[in-house]
């Protein structure tokens, strides 16, 4: 009798399913895999964004440590906690710097309740400006960052 065998390799990879303002719902998981895939479903638009931040972080923080935790790439140095990510919003990609406070200049985005993490919203028509996101990025990897 013959036996039907699967190759994982020639299947395709089940939809990801879109969470609330189309954020991709990627499994928990650590490594560079897990937030390729994430940034890979991030629709429209925001899927270059994504790449272009998630190369921007690599390049500043050479040895930096990758995971998708909460449905979001985080981005931290070994032994010093999470300084990094960004999530997908209806209209825009948010990139949270947990220590946002202590960066120079403080980044946008901030409530009363932030506590120190600042932020900056990116829409489509923004013009990203790559060489202060790479500053925030490297003073943000120099700091103690977020432990959960």
């Not at 699967?6 to 990879?13: F, H, L, R, V």
């Not at 790479?134 to 103690?144: D, H, T, V």
């Amino acid at each position: 009798m013959a036996r039907e065998t699967s190759n994982k390799a020639d299947e395709t990879p089940a939809p990801v399913k879109l969470l609330s303002g189309g954020n991709p719902q990627i499994p928990k998981g650590d490594g560079d895999a897990p937030v390729q895939a994430y940034i890979a479903a991030m629709p429209g638009w925001k899927s270059d964004l994504g790449r272009r931040l998630d190369a921007l972080i690599a390049e500043a923080a050479p040895d930096v440590r990758k995971a998708v935790r909460w449905n979001s790439p985080f981005y931290g140095a070994e032994g010093k906690g999470w300084f990094v990510s960004f999530h997908v919003l209806t209209r825009y990609v948010k990139v949270t710097f947990f220590d946002g406070k202590s960066l120079k200049p403080i980044p946008p985005g901030g409530t009363p309740k932030s506590g120190e993490s600042r932020w900056i919203d990116i829409y489509e028509d923004d013009d990203l400006d790559e060489a202060q996101m790479i500053s925030w990025i490297k003073q943000a990897a120099a700091l103690p960052g977020w432990t959960p």
